[in-house]
Each structure stands twice: as C-alpha cells, then as structure tokens.
C-alpha cells in the first residue's frame, strides 16, 4: 500500500529533523572532543618537555629562571 501524504510528510520531516540533530551534535561533539584533546596533549607534552629540560639544566647546574647565563 502506498503511504499517505501525511505519511509521507511526516517521514520527510522526521528524517531532516534527525539528520540535523545528528549532523549537529556529532559536529559539535567531535569538535569538543578534538579540542580538548589537542589542548590537553599539547599541554601536556609541552609541560614535560620544560620540566625534562629544567631537570636536564639543574644536573648541569644552570639555573633556567636566571637570565645571566652564558648561552654562548
């Protein structure tokens, strides 16, 4: 049996209505997600990589805070 217009029109429109809601929760779900993981690694690789080079400054007895260092 064919569906009816009504039939129709509310498939219609329960599939845009769906497909918005998914399209625009996945897109802001997966850009918070991306987001806050890029932040969180590279906040994260950069934190241990200043406090690996601190440590590696200290064993040579150069303090990183000082700005009278001889870099040369």
Known sequence: MKPSKYEKD???????TMTDTMTDTMTDTMTDTMTDTVTDTVTDTVTDTVADSNAILHHLNI???SSDD???
């Not at 509310?10 to 845009?16: E, F, I, R």
């Open 63 to 65: 303090d990183p805070a």
């Open 10 to 16: 509310v498939t219609d429109t329960m599939t845009d």
């Open 70 to 72: 001889d870099w040369d």
